[in-house]
């Protein structure tokens, strides 16, 4: 496959505003918010298949893989 990947600034320019909003959200042990750059992109681009799997259903949700990638972050907060 010919992916174009998106370049990680225009990732975190898409997210700016509705990471303000996380952050102006009230602080509480009940709130958890996840930043899945780490795991979904590198220093200079973010990942939209990995092992030929496809990591987004469309252009903004996850795929199962994509889910799964993400998982090790939140299982710990769900077995709580």
Do not use: M
């Not at 602080?27 to 939209?48: E, G, M, Q, R, W």
């Not at 496809?54 to 990638?69: A, E, I, P």
């Amino acid at each position: 496959h010919d992916f174009v990947l998106p370049s990680l600034k225009r990732v975190k320019n898409r997210n700016f505003f509705i990471n303000q909003e996380f952050d102006r959200l009230p602080k509480s042990p009940a709130l958890h918010f996840y930043d899945p750059i780490p795991v979904l992109c590198n220093k200079t681009h973010c990942h939209v298949e990995l092992e030929g799997n496809s990591l987004y259903r469309d252009d903004n949700h996850l795929s199962y893989w994509g889910g799964n990638l993400l998982s090790p972050l939140i299982k710990p907060i769900l077995l709580e």
